[in-house]
């Protein structure tokens, strides 16, 4: 097999299940150092099982997007010191909360979607931004939902910080225009995840396209011959 982006380092969020995970595992399959970011360190060892059995090598960070903003902060550093090197960023991490009348949202629910959809996002950005500007072909991919582009109702929670999320990283993708880093956002349409689960509980996860399917497409945003910037892409119209 074609390994594309051997001696790379990418660094994905949300990696221990889900997209994160199909994500990161399709990264190795292509050469990539994966940096494998999620709250629970036993789902993080099975993925590392997962990726070494495909041949990859990965690395644990675990930490907790809504409680963990210093260790988000090192982890630019963190992967500079110990490999060198940072080149992709894939950051698929999201927190669904709940499904509820915007006059309805409870401020704790609320402080924990700004902080896991939002602010770990500027944290992300701020720490990757020096690595990604001098890598080569650096790239970052951020996962996009079509409820940011049209709300609806009872999905404000949700759809605030996915906005917010396409916001910053559209503006980043301005300010790094003129150099090597391409920043995109990438909306995988309905696919059978658990906050898919969680959002649609009487749906029939068999009939949805599973994280395996999609993880192809969205790696190859990853790929050094990638051009597209700026973008966002709907993998299924």
Known sequence: MTR??????????????????????????LG???????????????????????????????????????????????????FGRLDILVHAAGLLSKLTPVAHIMPPDWQ???????????????TCDPPLR????????????SVAEAP?????LYGFGKAGQAHLAR???????????????????????RLRAVAMPGEDAASLPQPADVAPAIAAFCQPQETRHGATVALRA
């Open 4 to 29: 594309p982006l051997e001696g790379s380092v990418a660094l994905v969020t949300g990696a221990s299940r889900g997209i994160g995970a199909a994500v990161a595992l399709e990264l190795a399959r």
């Open 32 to 82: 990539a150092h994966c940096v494998l970011t999620a709250r629970t360190q036993g789902a993080l060892e099975e993925m590392d099982d997962a990726i070494r059995g495909a041949g990859g090598q990965a690395t644990l960070f675990p930490l907790d997007l809504a409680r963990d903003a210093e260790k988000i902060d090192m982890l630019g550093p963190s992967i500079v010191h110990r």
């Open 112 to 126: 924990q979607a700004v902080a896991v959809n939002l602010t770990a996002t500027w944290r992300l950005i701020r």
């Open 134 to 145: 001098a890598a080569p072909a650096g790239r970052a991919v951020f996962l996009a939902d």
């Open 152 to 156: 609806r109702a009872y999905w404000g």
């Open 171 to 193: 503006s980043w993708a301005a300010e790094v225009e003129s150099t090597p880093l391409r920043v995109n956002l990438v909306d995988p349409g309905p696919v059978a995840t």
